[in-house]
């Protein structure tokens, strides 16, 4: 049920074009019209999420967007503020900049990215993010980032990677992918047993990680998360350990490129390119600063 406060309320936010209607109004609101108190973080969101992206960013805990299977801690301000940076230059721009303009986001982006400060450990798992229903991301283990040096590699296994990986499920639950890349792991997936495996393990029996040997689905998000969140020589470098398994993993590759194109009109060899491109920027940006 709760899902559907979001899409109503994603109505509500200018995201493209919006009609109203011309019926007469009473004009006693019942909404409350005094002003919410906002920060300066809470404005640079409005300007740089909610205006042009129609993404709320959540980062004060709310105890109803919180898993209750674990312990978590609210994301810190000043961490918050280099995340929200960090997720608008390194995804969302991203993605404008391969598209060309806001829509694509705009139009299949979440709705919702919220932030928790700690980890989530499940029974000696650590869950680095979820998406709910393609509305909703969450990103844990905020409270480590450190603004002033930021590592891209440890974003990347963080984060990014994650980020990529949970909107990779969003575009196949609106579009499937094509039948072909259900065939090429065909009876290897491993399902739950997929934390007993190594990565280097996996990538011999043609996955590019571990955890894409749990199901397809997983796979075709780990292989597009993977593919543009690293450089060709790392790439090259697991196809090299995978030895015979990197025939799976290369048609793998080729059918999410295929189906990118084809189905969202995204190359994805230039999203990396543009991603690989941003990572190198990083240590460039001011993570603190919203004035720029
Ligand atoms: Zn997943």
């Known amino acids: 049920m709760k899902y ?9 936010f200018a995201c493209g074009v919006c009609s109203c209607s011309e019926d007469s109004l009473d004009d006693q609101s019942v909404f409350s019209t005094e002003a919410p108190q906002r920060n300066e973080f809470d404005i640079w969101l409005l300007n740089n999420y909610v205006y042009p992206y129609n993404i709320d960013f959540k980062y004060r805990m709310e105890d109803k967007e919180s898993d209750h299977d674990y312990n978590l801690t609210p994301a810190d301000y000043d961490k918050s503020v280099a995340m929200a940076k960090l997720v608008k230059f390194l995804w969302i721009d991203a993605y404008t900049e391969v598209m060309g303009d806001r829509t694509f986001i705009c139009t299949l982006g979440p709705k919702m990215i919220h932030l928790v400060g ?25 409270n480590t980032l450190d603004p002033h040096n930021p590592d891209i590699e440890v974003l990347n296994f963080w984060y990014f990677k994650t980020m990529h ?46 955890y894409a040997s ?22 090259q470098q697991q196809l ?53």
């Open 4 to 12: 559907i406060k979001y899409i109503a309320l994603a109505a509500f």
């Open 118 to 142: 700690s980890p989530a450990y499940d029974e000696g798992q650590i869950t680095l993010g979820t998406a709910e229903g393609g509305l909703k991301v969450t990103l844990y283990n905020v």
């Open 165 to 210: 990986h949970e909107f990779t499920h969003i575009l196949h639950q609106t579009v499937e992918f094509p039948k072909e890349f259900y065939e090429v792991s065909t009876g290897r997936y491993t399902g739950a047993g997929w934390v007993n495996i190594t990565d280097e393990k996996a990538l011999k029996r043609g996955f590019i990680t571990n």
């Open 214 to 235: 749990t199901e397809v689905h997983e796979d075709f998000a780990e292989t597009v998360a993977n593919y543009v969140t690293h450089d060709e020589a790392w790439w």
């Open 240 to 292: 090299s350990i995978a030895g015979d398994g990197a025939s799976y993993i290369d048609q793998k590759l080729e059918l999410a490129k295929s189906y990118m194109t084809e189905t969202w009109n995204i190359d994805l060899e230039s999203l990396r390119d543009i991603v690989q491109r941003r990572s190198s920027e990083v240590v460039r940006l001011d993570l603190t600063n919203l004035n720029d």
